[in-house]
Protein backbone atom coordinates (compact mmCIF):
# COMPACT_ATOMS: atom_id res chain seq x y z
CA UNK A 1 0.00 0.00 0.00
CA UNK A 2 1.30 3.27 -1.27
CA UNK A 3 1.58 6.12 1.71
CA UNK A 4 -0.79 8.03 -0.06
CA UNK A 5 -3.66 5.41 0.24
CA UNK A 6 -2.73 4.17 3.62
CA UNK A 7 -3.33 7.98 4.95
CA UNK A 8 -7.12 7.53 3.14
CA UNK A 9 -7.62 4.36 5.22
CA UNK A 10 -6.60 6.17 8.21
CA UNK A 11 -9.07 8.98 7.71
CA UNK A 12 -11.55 6.25 6.75
CA UNK A 13 -11.19 4.91 10.34
CA UNK A 14 -10.91 7.85 12.16
CA UNK A 15 -14.40 9.03 9.86
CA UNK A 16 -16.21 5.73 11.58
CA UNK A 17 -15.09 5.93 14.70
CA UNK A 18 -15.86 9.70 15.44
CA UNK A 19 -19.13 8.94 13.62
CA UNK A 20 -19.44 6.19 16.23
CA UNK A 21 -18.86 8.13 18.95
CA UNK A 22 -20.72 10.46 17.68
CA UNK A 23 -23.85 8.06 17.24
CA UNK A 24 -23.44 7.26 21.14
CA UNK A 25 -23.55 10.86 22.17
CA UNK A 26 -26.53 11.63 20.34
CA UNK A 27 -28.43 9.20 21.19
CA UNK A 28 -27.85 9.48 25.30
CA UNK A 29 -28.26 13.36 24.67
CA UNK A 30 -31.92 12.17 23.06
CA UNK A 31 -33.15 9.84 25.34
CA UNK A 32 -35.19 12.04 27.48
CA UNK A 33 -37.35 13.39 24.77
CA UNK A 34 -37.55 9.79 22.71
CA UNK A 35 -39.36 8.96 26.13
CA UNK A 36 -41.14 12.20 26.13
CA UNK A 37 -42.21 11.13 22.83
CA UNK A 38 -43.73 7.88 23.81
CA UNK A 39 -45.49 9.51 26.71
CA UNK A 40 -47.15 11.38 23.42
CA UNK A 41 -48.26 8.52 21.89
CA UNK A 42 -49.76 6.94 24.90
CA UNK A 43 -51.60 10.20 25.97
CA UNK A 44 -52.75 10.14 21.59
CA UNK A 45 -53.97 6.55 22.05
CA UNK A 46 -55.55 7.18 25.25
CA UNK A 47 -56.99 10.39 24.76
CA UNK A 48 -56.06 11.19 28.53
CA UNK A 49 -53.38 12.29 30.81
CA UNK A 50 -55.12 11.20 34.16
CA UNK A 51 -53.65 7.97 34.72
CA UNK A 52 -52.69 5.77 37.33
CA UNK A 53 -49.08 3.97 37.66
CA UNK A 54 -48.75 0.46 38.44
CA UNK A 55 -45.88 -0.49 41.64
CA UNK A 56 -42.52 -1.94 40.00
CA UNK A 57 -43.02 -5.27 42.50
CA UNK A 58 -46.45 -6.04 41.25
CA UNK A 59 -46.61 -5.26 37.80
CA UNK A 60 -46.50 -8.10 35.38
CA UNK A 61 -45.15 -5.55 32.61
CA UNK A 62 -42.70 -3.29 34.30
CA UNK A 63 -42.41 0.21 33.50
CA UNK A 64 -39.07 1.16 35.44
CA UNK A 65 -38.76 5.44 35.70
CA UNK A 66 -42.21 5.58 34.48
CA UNK A 67 -43.76 7.73 37.13
CA UNK A 68 -41.07 10.00 36.59
CA UNK A 69 -41.28 10.34 32.93
CA UNK A 70 -45.01 10.55 32.78
CA UNK A 71 -45.21 13.67 35.04
CA UNK A 72 -42.11 15.11 32.90
CA UNK A 73 -44.53 14.82 29.64
CA UNK A 74 -47.44 16.54 31.56
CA UNK A 75 -49.65 13.56 32.77
CA UNK A 76 -51.08 13.65 36.46
CA UNK A 77 -49.97 10.48 37.94
CA UNK A 78 -51.81 8.57 40.78
CA UNK A 79 -50.48 5.42 42.39
CA UNK A 80 -52.49 2.14 42.37
CA UNK A 81 -52.58 0.56 45.54
CA UNK A 82 -55.54 -1.77 44.29
CA UNK A 83 -54.96 -5.52 45.02
CA UNK A 84 -54.73 -8.18 42.22
CA UNK A 85 -57.76 -9.59 43.10
CA UNK A 86 -59.89 -6.18 43.35
CA UNK A 87 -57.53 -4.45 40.31
CA UNK A 88 -59.18 -1.07 39.93
CA UNK A 89 -56.71 0.81 38.78
CA UNK A 90 -57.69 2.09 35.20
CA UNK A 91 -56.50 3.45 33.07
CA UNK A 92 -53.23 3.08 33.75
CA UNK A 93 -49.92 3.85 31.76
CA UNK A 94 -46.46 2.77 31.69
CA UNK A 95 -43.27 4.17 29.43
CA UNK A 96 -39.94 2.43 30.62
CA UNK A 97 -36.71 4.14 31.05
CA UNK A 98 -35.25 4.56 27.27
CA UNK A 99 -32.30 2.31 26.08
CA UNK A 100 -29.33 3.51 23.92
CA UNK A 101 -28.98 0.21 21.41
CA UNK A 102 -26.95 1.70 19.09
CA UNK A 103 -25.62 4.95 17.81
CA UNK A 104 -28.33 7.14 16.91
CA UNK A 105 -31.18 4.46 17.80
CA UNK A 106 -32.65 4.51 20.98
CA UNK A 107 -35.90 2.12 22.07
CA UNK A 108 -38.75 3.28 24.42
CA UNK A 109 -41.13 0.60 26.14
CA UNK A 110 -44.28 1.62 26.36
CA UNK A 111 -48.28 0.80 26.97
CA UNK A 112 -51.73 1.47 28.71
CA UNK A 113 -54.99 -0.40 29.40
CA UNK A 114 -57.98 2.28 29.47
CA UNK A 115 -60.13 -0.63 30.80
CA UNK A 116 -60.36 -4.21 31.09
CA UNK A 117 -59.69 -5.64 28.08
CA UNK A 118 -58.69 -2.47 26.58
CA UNK A 119 -55.35 -1.43 25.90
CA UNK A 120 -51.74 -2.41 24.38
CA UNK A 121 -48.35 -1.49 24.54
CA UNK A 122 -44.93 -1.85 22.47
CA UNK A 123 -41.40 -1.00 22.04
CA UNK A 124 -40.57 1.51 19.87
CA UNK A 125 -37.02 2.62 17.99
CA UNK A 126 -36.38 6.17 17.55
CA UNK A 127 -33.57 7.89 15.28
CA UNK A 128 -32.21 10.64 17.45
CA UNK A 129 -30.02 13.66 15.87
CA UNK A 130 -28.59 15.59 18.73
CA UNK A 131 -32.51 15.86 20.58
CA UNK A 132 -34.47 15.62 17.04
CA UNK A 133 -36.14 12.27 17.44
CA UNK A 134 -37.64 10.65 14.63
CA UNK A 135 -39.48 7.33 15.17
CA UNK A 136 -38.66 4.27 13.15
CA UNK A 137 -40.66 1.60 14.12
CA UNK A 138 -42.60 -0.60 16.67
CA UNK A 139 -41.36 -4.21 17.82
CA UNK A 140 -43.33 -6.58 19.56
CA UNK A 141 -46.04 -5.62 22.18
CA UNK A 142 -48.97 -7.04 23.59
CA UNK A 143 -52.93 -6.08 23.54
CA UNK A 144 -55.18 -6.91 26.27
Do not use: H
Not at 54 to 66: H, K, Q, T
Amino acid sequence: MTSRNLMWVRRGLVGVAAGVVLGYASALISVGQCEVAAAGRVADELGDRDVFVLPVESASIEYPGSEAILRRSGFNVRACNSSPQEFSCFPWAGVANGKVVYPFLVDVRWGFVAAPLDGWGTRTRYVTLFGLVIRVRDFGGWVT
